[in-house]
């Protein structure tokens, strides 16, 4: 199988297999059959929200390269006469510089710096691409979820609730048959701004905000909440998690904020933090999907072991081309090969290791992706 692997990650260079993931299951026996919203997945590797889902020529070269799901940018939410009271996040964009980013302990990782925020265009544009998403979707091409940032009030504030459902009407209108599925984005620079400084003010939020959202939908919602990582230590991380048992999914976390720079980072500190933050959470947990500096197959399964049933990637797709040993193809597919057929560092590759030392077995012939995550969810 190794000298097989070997062989597949030569020849892939060029282009991937149709449908990689049944490549897999037939030639290694293994089933990369994934979750996301409670919805099953051929494999686990998706897009996170952000600047690679801007348009509808990035979801047509997703589908393509055969990702698993795609995150749209994070739209701000409105009201009927279009007022935005987290304006402050529709900001346009900025260069972005992706570079390399020393850890506390050194090492040397990726990431983006970049001062945008969110969606800056009209919310009827984003209603175009949420339906382009929608046809992908239908066809089974690719599915695209929406994301959305919606009103955060102070402690003594109410909830702008004609921005929670004017926007999530629009949004099921595009979206057109139930469920509406939507990720709910808290962001790191909301983690950096003043409004997040207080714990019992966040804490308020992912309490009520999934309850608002359903609340203003007028059709059944899956939703998935998209966790910052606040300013403040790991057990409070962990409190954040414990704080929206209703949410459907909970996208565990987005990038660090560093004060002095004014901007989010990813690299190994990012992953570092996440699974050790994920150590601590309750297996009873469901529904996790992980993002957060991953770039390889191996990460993948970090994150797999920690509950996690499939993860959103973002920085990986946006290397220099000399990063991805694939000689062909756009960065999606170039990612998916050194991602899956990596012989030392994939995921086929990091399977057969967990088969090896006894972590997987194989049940009917064939070990499960899915087999780690629901071993996590085991009582510890
Ligand atoms: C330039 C940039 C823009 C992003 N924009 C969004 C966004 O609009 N909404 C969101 O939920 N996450 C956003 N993210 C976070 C990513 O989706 C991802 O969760 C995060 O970067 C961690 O994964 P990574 O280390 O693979 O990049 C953005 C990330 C980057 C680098």
Not at 51 to 79: H, M, N
Not at 223 to 237: E, P
Request: proline letters at 6%.
């Amino acid at each position: 199988m190794r000298a097989r692997l070997e062989r597949d990650f030569e020849r892939f260079r060029r282009a991937l297999p149709r449908d990689f993931p049944d490549h897999v299951r037939q030639t290694y026996r293994i089933a990369l059959t994934a979750r996301y919203l409670g919805l099953t997945l051929p494999h686990p590797i998706g897009k996170g929200a952000g600047q690679l889902s801007l348009d509808e020529r990035q979801l047509a070269e997703d589908a393509r390269a055969g990702l698993a799901f795609t995150v749209l940018k994070t739209v701000i939410a409105e009201d009927a006469a279009g007022t935005q009271t987290m304006a402050a996040w529709a900001s346009p964009e900025t260069r972005m510089r992706v570079e390399r980013r020393l850890a506390a302990d050194g090492r040397s990782g990726w990431t983006v710096t970049w001062k945008g925020r969110g969606w800056h265009r009209s919310l009827a544009a984003y209603l175009a691409l949420v339906r382009a998403g929608r046809d992908l979707t239908r066809a089974g091409a690719l599915l695209v979820v929406p994301s959305v940032k919606y009103h955060l009030p102070r402690l003594a504030e109410a909830f702008r609730e004609d921005e929670y459902r004017h926007t999530t009407a629009q949004l099921a209108a595009a979206w057109r048959d139930p469920p509406l599925l939507l990720e709910k984005d808290f962001s790191p620079t909301l983690a950096g701004d003043p409004l997040a400084a207080d714990r019992d003010q966040i804490l308020r939020w992912l309490r009520e905000v999934p309850g608002r959202i359903r609340a203003a939908a007028p059709c059944a919602t899956r939703l998935a909440v998209k966790l910052m990582n606040a300013r403040f230590d790991d057990a409070f991380q962990i409190a954040m998690t414990a704080a929206c048992p209703d949410a459907d999914a909970l996208v565990c976390f987005n990038r660090l904020f560093d004060p002095e720079q004014g901007v989010a980072y990813g690299g190994w500190d990012l992953s570092e933090r996440n699974l050790r933050v994920l150590d601590g959470v309750p297996p009873t947990r469901r529904g996790l999907c992980g993002t957060g500096d991953i770039g390889s197959g191996r990460m993948i399964l970090a994150y797999a072991r920690r509950g996690c049933e499939s993860v959103q990637l973002h920085t990986f797709f946006q290397l220099p081309l000399s990063e991805y040993p694939a000689t062909h193809g756009s960065r999606p597919e170039r990612a998916l090969h050194a991602l899956v057929f990596h012989p030392r560092d994939g995921l086929v590759a990091g399977v057969l290791d967990l088969e090896a030392d006894g972590t997987l077995e194989r049940r009917d012939g064939e070990l499960h992706f899915l087999d780690l995550a629901t071993r996590a969810h085991q009582p510890r």
